[in-house]
């Protein structure tokens, strides 16, 4: 089970921190963990994934402002963005699934556990 919180509404330019709890699965085998974001009127697009192996991938457009990762101990994975704009707005999910390194692409929709998303708003 994958639960998300910290959607919100902000300023572009400004930065939000999106949080997605991990119970029910044990990842300390192969896994990968991903973002992805809906866009009004928009088909769902991956935004950043993270390997077992500690290897980021982000797409292109956000790539030097988001920052995936994960807290082990809290079995937390984390999507830190920076420098928001009005294009990032959207419904927010993150995704789990075992894969062995090096199969983890950001934009995997075959990845089998989402969380509930989260909207995050930009206003210019």
């Known amino acids: 089970q994958l639960v998300q919180s910290g ?3 902000v300023q572009a330019g400004g930065s939000l921190r999106l949080s997605c709890r991990v119970s029910g699965m044990t990842y300390n085998t192969y896994y990968c963990m991903a973002w992805f ?4 009127g928009k088909e769902r697009e991956g935004v950043a994934s993270l390997d077992t ?3 980021t991938y982000y797409s292109d457009s956000v790539k030097g402002r988001f920052t ?8 937390t994975l ?10 990032d707005t959207g419904a927010y999910y993150c995704a789990a699934d ?3 390194p090096g199969l983890c692409h950001y934009n995997d929709p075959t ?3 989402w969380g509930q998303g989260a909207q995050v ?4």
């Open 7 to 9: 959607g919100d509404s």
């Open 68 to 75: 995936v990762s994960h807290d082990a101990a809290k079995n």
């Open 53 to 55: 192996d500690g290897t």
């Open 37 to 40: 974001r809906r866009p009004p």
């Open 78 to 87: 984390y999507l830190e963005m920076r420098n928001l704009k009005s294009d």
């Open 121 to 124: 708003t930009v206003s210019s």
């Open 98 to 100: 075992h894969r062995h």
């Open 111 to 113: 990845l089998r556990n």
